[in-house]
Nanobody, 124 residues
């Protein structure tokens, strides 16, 4: 199983960015996908997660209403659309996958497949 994130970069406060998580070696229909982030000097925190069916979605309080996770069963990537970005959203963003769960989860320890991460910097 291999996960690769893309779409990171520099964006101004209030701007938008879309991250993609491409997976190989797995069928997304059977995996829960989560997005996590780690800011400098802080621990990794859950951002959002989507169930294998796409019918259950979870957001962290800090991102709900601004971030949108989505998946297209006909295509591979899982997306994280980030709007109204704030400087405190600056972090390395990771996608992760776990098989066999029915619901999305933001518990880091439940995931066993991780991408290398992509840097998102929100700054003017």
């Amino acid at each position: 199983v291999k996960l690769v994130e893309s779409g990171g970069g520099l964006v101004q406060p209030g701007g938008s960015m879309r991250l993609s998580c491409a997976a190989s070696g797995l069928t997304l229909d059977y995996y829960v996908i989560g997005w996590f982030r780690q800011a400098p000097g802080k621990g990794r925190e859950g951002v959002s997660s989507i169930s294998s069916s796409g019918g259950n979605i979870v957001y962290a309080d800090s991102t709900e209403g601004r971030f949108t996770i989505s998946k297209d069963h006909a295509k591979n990537p899982v997306y994280l659309q980030m709007d109204s970005l704030k400087p405190e959203d600056t972090a390395v963003y990771y996608c992760a996958a776990v098989e066999g769960f029915l619901y999305g989860t933001l518990r880091e320890y439940e995931y066993d497949n991780w991408g290398p991460g992509t840097q998102v910097t929100v700054s003017s």
